[in-house]
């Protein structure tokens, strides 16, 4: 009998506040050591928390962007446990009364469309960081990553492959970043994941599940899922029972390992904050952030679809990502509607492919989409073949001329579609070549392609090559 | 000008007959010839002092009329944190632990040009009824050496008595307020919760705790108060309302005051002589105009218990913080990261401290939440409606502060229940959030002060201080000073 | 309900106190002194009350999201047990 797994996401997306989720301490990234830790956030004695208006209207966000409940009042929880990254002894947390509930995210694997259930999503503030390069033989302990305001983000069990979940994960991180509240950087532990990793035997009742912690990497929950499936599949086929635990992945030895700062675990102790009354969001408050909410990526995808009769896979595509959907957009606005296919294949093909091979991301891009848009017009009156476009888009890539006409003009590379210099240039290759001539005429396809390449050799490939094809034929066949 | 009132060292300090300079080097003498047989201060530091005052002098808020306390001295417990002094909270975990910043109150205090005279010795973060769990030894109370002030404010109730201070900060989470108000013969009030900011005043119990002010009568409370309330963006649990005087009713006749009085304070459990002087308290209330009215709080008596699963499971969390990393007690030896935790935590707090973290752990931890915390919530629940109830028929609650006069050392200490329900009247106060407060109705065995709590509803305050000044008008139980000092 | 030895050990390990094998057993019996106390609360029927978990009945106060702490790392670090390069120090914590 063969194996399933079945595997659920933690997820937690640092959203981007100015401020902590309950202190007034600065959040930006790659401060000196504990110079973003307020008395708050390194609990000084008597200190207290008050929550932050923005962490709750990005909460807030997210659940109208995953279809989820508001709930109208939630309650902020302590999570009790020692760890020297965690000053007051307890996690501010969220337990019984989530600020989200259900909701969900549909996915794609391959032709596969899934749809995955999220459980909850709820605030709760960062821990700091351990830093174990040696001291001494000592840890040593930032705290300026505590409080800053976490959304951590749970699935339903539903995904039963790395790669459901690794699709999961991008298209939550697609959305926490198209929405604007997560800054989306897993270098630096903005969206990082937990995965719950079951196995069992097929329509068996599930299995004990280990969890992987602290997966900041696509890539890394690929592998550490894969692993995990895999070990706990030869742990019960040689007779041994997997015992529920926390993991870490190394992705040195590309193995899993128990965490032992996790052994308490099982006992967190919570119970409401008494120090935080509890969080009221009335409708009004969720109409306004409903309001201010952009497309979300499945709704502009069906809209690209059906507007410019792009194919789902098309319309995905360029959705991936806000940025890479607004440059779309943008390129669209300025080449004119009827232009949209080339635009999205453009955007797609030649500039995916350079923006990958030089590690860039539709956020930066160096090329204006308007000056994509410039060469997709030329294409489009058949000025530029798309030889030649390429020619203009990697001289304007370089900052070559202001736009397409400057490239295409300093660079004379304009098509030629003039149809009586096309056809001078036929007839002189025409004459210069009978050999091929009386081989076309005795039924030899090639012979015209040698032709065709003859002609636009001569043109010094600037001849519109539909239309030399068009005109060649009609000489030959006449 | 030891015993002088607020109002008479603030027309003093306008009238020039004194300065700021002069006051605190009376009181800081003061201190240092008495403190030593009462212990009511941990620290105190006469150039930080001293130099308060010379601002405050210099500062011409001394006689301005929006800070008519300005150039009066006051001593702080040592639970609130004061930027620069030493804040130890009673514990050897913090018994090298300056303060970087101001608590909300004190800060209060110094912007109406107060004058800190130093930190008062407390039971250990606020635990215990007699001030026999501070690290520091035990305070005096002032009427006889050899008993106790109360708790947890005891030294603030020590100062106050024996005049080392003309008045204190206390904070009250069960009754730490109020029953050393008592045993020590003062006037102590704790405000509705979230009226005093809570934020720089170390937790003990966060959904009970409430600081406020221990003075000689009801009138300085009143003053007091009026510096110390007020919302604060820094406290979740502070409340936003409008400011008010809290001295505004003091002189209004009482005439047609319906004062509760709840059978269950007056059952058993109350010594005689708490009693009878309870008793002559309410027959002087009945000559100024007052009835009385029989209400019940029928719940009152789980209170204890509640308070006994509540606050340890609030404390336990609340003193995660102390583990030796960032501030506070470090073990000098152990052999790992969870030893140094362990053993510093065990090294740094004391017994009662302990028993309470490890209480509070218990009843939090996995299967038995419903049972304990939980349950104790819900009849924190039944007791506060209580009082909601029994405030339709009447304005205030009277009744015994504490049960007894001041007991002497180690007769309650080696059994915590017996010390526990010392503060038998006046925990559920704390668990509804109500005002209460304690002032010298007489003297009971062996010449010791007892105490009347009066309790009020929401934002009673200023209700409850003019029943307490028109008592004290009539009354001199808050003027008389222990015998036998200076 | 009455704690062991063992409960003892597990509570303090989890509220990292160290109890010594001295204490533990004074101490198991001042726990149960109190948890007989408080045993009485188990009594009472409180089917269908709320409970309660703060003083008074108001709701959250929200904070505008701006940044307004300075930062104090030096003053903080002054009352640290054991700093470096701006870091708090602690015996080597193995995840």
Known sequence: ?????????????????????????????????????????????????????????????????????????????????????????????????????????????????????????????????????????????????????????????????????????????????????????????????????????????????????????????????????????????????????????????????????????????????????????????????????????????????????????????????????????????????????????????????????????????????????????????????????????????????????????????????????????????????????????AGKDKAFNALVGQVMKAAGGKANPRQVNDLLRRKLAG | MINSSLKELSAALARKKTSAVELATLFLDRIEKLNPSLNAFVTTDREKALAMARVADASGKVGAGDTPLAGIPLAHKDIFMTSGWRTTCGSKMLSNFIAPYDATVVEKFKVAGMVTLGKLNMDEFAMGSSNETSFYGPVKNPWDTARVPGGSSGGSAAAVAARLAPAATGTDTGGSIRQPAALCGLTGLKPTYGVVSRYGMIAFASSLDQGGPMAKSAEDCALLLNTMAGFDPRDSTSLERPAEDYARDLEKPLQGLRIGLPKEFFGEGMDADVRAAVEAALAEYRKLGATMVEVNLPNSGLSVPAYYVIAPAEASSNLSRFDGVRYGHRAPDYADLDDMYSKSRAQGFGEEVKRRILIGTYVLSHGYYDAYYLQAQKIRRLIANDFVAAFKSCDVIMGPTAPSVAFRFGDKSADPVQMYLSDIYTIAVNLAGLPGMSIPCGFGNADMPVGLQIVGPWFGEAKMLNIAHRYQLVTDWHIRQPGGLP | MSLTLDDVRRIARLARLDVSAAEVDTTRDQLNGILSFIEQLQSVDTTGIEPMAHAVDVVQRLRPDVATEPDRREAFQAIAPETEAGLYLVPKVIE
């Open chain 1, 1 to 441: 009998m063969s194996w399933e797994a079945v595997i659920g996401l933690e997820t937690h997306a640092q959203l981007r506040t100015q401020s902590k989720i309950f202190s007034g301490a600065a959040t930006a990234f790659g401060a000196e050591p504990n110079r973003q830790a307020c008395a708050v956030d390194i609990a000084l004695p008597g200190v207290l928390p008050v929550l932050n208006r923005e962490a709750v209207a990005c909460a807030i966000k997210f659940g109208l962007a995953v279809g989820a409940a508001i709930a109208p009042r939630s309650i902020f929880a302590r999570k009790n446990y020692f760890y020297p990254d965690l000053p007051k002894g307890y996690q501010i947390s969220q337990f019984e009364l989530p600020v989200v509930s259900g909701g969900g995210l549909t996915i794609r694997v391959g032709e596969q469309e899934k749809f995955v259930h999220l459980t909850r999503a709820h605030l709760e503030e960062d821990a700091g960081k351990s830093l174990h390069e040696d001291f001494h033989g000592k840890t040593g302990i930032d705290l300026n990553r505590a409080g800053t305001p976490l959304l951590e983000i749970v699935t339903e069990p539903d995904m039963c492959s790395s790669a459901e979940a690794v699709a999961y994960a991008k298209a939550l991180h697609s959305l926490v970043t198209w929405i604007g509240i997560c800054d989306g950087n897993m270098q630096e532990g903005s969206f990082r994941c937990d995965a719950n990793v079951s196995v069992r035997r097929v329509g068996a009742p599930l299995g004990t599940r280990r969890e992987i912690k602290n997966l900041n990497s696509f890539r890394f929950l690929q592998a550490a899922i894969d692993y995990e499936i895999q070990w706990q599949i030869n742990e019960i086929e040689e007779g041994r029972k997997i015992q529920q635990a926390t993991v870490l992945w190394n992705p040195d030895s590309g193995e899993t390992r128990a965490m032992r700062s996790k052994e308490d675990a099982h006992d967190y102790r919570y119970f409401p904050d008494p120090d935080l009354l509890p969080l009221e969001i009335a409708p009004a408050w969720i109409d306004e952030v409903k309001a201010s909410l952009p497309e979300l990526p499945q709704a502009m995808k069906a809209r690209l679809a059906s507007d410019h009769g792009l194919s789902p896979y098309d319309a995905a595509t360029l959705t991936a990502t806000r940025a890479t959907a607004n440059y779309f957009e943008d390129c669209v606005a300025a080449a004119g509607r009827e232009n949209a296919k080339t635009c999205a294949n453009w955007v797609m093909g030649e500039l995916s492919a350079r923006l990958n091979r030089e590690d860039l991301d539709f956020v930066a891009v160096p090329l204006a989409p308007t000056l994509l848009a410039g060469i997709v017009r030329r294409i489009a009156d058949n000025t530029l073949s798309n030889k030649l476009a390429r020619e203009v888009f990697d001289a304007l890539w370089a900052g070559e001329g202001k736009d397409a006409d400057a490239v295409i003009e300093a660079r004379g590379l304009k098509q030629i579609s003039d149809s009586g210099a096309i056809e001078a240039l036929i007839d002189a290759v025409l004459a210069a070549n009978p050999k091929s001539v009386e081989e076309f005429r």
